[in-house]
């Protein structure tokens, strides 16, 4: 594809709106809104349409409250040879769950790199339970991890980057900043340069994680960040990394630093 190709390309993705920009911007949120900033930081409920957001604010119309009752009931199953449960170890009502979706990925000294939620939760069933581990994208992982954040919403995000976790940032901000695809293109195009800017009949957000797992209505169902971040490559035409893949483990520190202060969402409904 020729450089003029790419940056028309370009132009439709993130520049055709450019008359609305942030004018559409304003008409999107309210003053009671405020809630869901932190600094120059906005929350994707911020640009999400009057609806969508409706729906995440009512906790019995949101549908993927499914997904944390289901959720709570795995916590407390018992599963695998070791005859124990979430709960076993950590309390039917843990403290944990109240900073758990601030703070992920962590680096774990073990495995020598970063650790997501999910495979921590594999990881604590295979070692401590004695049980199969649960597919990325599957009904139990998904109701557990919105469980797990759930329970630390309102909270603000808080990853660490110092320390041991500091290269593995960098990595995950070198991904953001860097063209891939046949459209060349960057997370930071749409994220950074053209958030608030319409992308057909959606506006662009900062492509902030505080929400996640999220209920997306085009999906009807939750979705992990790593099935955004498979999306968002595919849609630049870009081959996509594995579900809990370094690089998207890595990524999705950095995009959760990127939203630090926000408050944790789980579970959000976007379009």
């Known amino acids: 594809m020729g450089d003029i190709m790419k940056k028309q390309i370009q132009g439709i993705l993130i520049g055709a709106a450019v008359a609305v920009g942030l004018s559409g911007f304003a008409g999107v949120a309210s003053a009671q809104d405020m809630i869901y900033k932190a600094g120059d930081r906005q929350s994707g409920y911020m640009y999400a349409a009057k609806e969508t957001q409706a729906i995440q604010d009512d906790d019995l119309g949101n549908p993927a409250y499914i997904w944390v009752d289901e959720g709570e009931a795995l916590w407390t199953k018992v599963d695998g040879k070791a005859g124990k449960s979430c709960a076993t170890c950590h309390g039917a009502e843990s403290a944990m769950l109240t900073d758990v979706g601030t703070r ?51 909270k603000p995000m808080n990853v660490s980057i110092d320390g041991p976790a500091a ?43 505080n929400g996640f797992p999220t209920y997306r209505l085009k999906w009807q169902k939750p979705g992990s960040i790593h099935r955004r971040f498979r999306g968002c490559n595919k849609q630049v035409r870009a081959k996509p990394y594995g579900y809990g893949s370094d690089e998207y483990v890595n990524l999705e520190l950095f995009v959760a630093w990127r939203g630090r202060g926000l408050s944790v969402e789980t579970p959000a409904v976007r379009n």
């Open 104 to 154: 992920y990925p962590v680096y774990n000294a073990k495995l020598g790199k970063m650790q997501s939620l999910e495979q921590k939760i594999n990881e604590e069933r295979q070692e401590k339970m004695g049980a199969k581990p649960y597919k990325w994208e599957s009904k139990q992982m998904l109701s557990l991890t919105v469980y797990m954040r759930n329970g630390s919403r309102g």
């Open 167 to 209: 290269k593995f940032f960098e990595a995950g901000k070198k991904f953001f900043n860097q063209r891939r695809g046949q459209l060349d293109m960057a997370c930071k195009h749409c994220h950074e340069d053209g958030a608030g800017m319409m992308i057909r009949a959606n506006m662009l957000s900062e492509g902030q994680s």
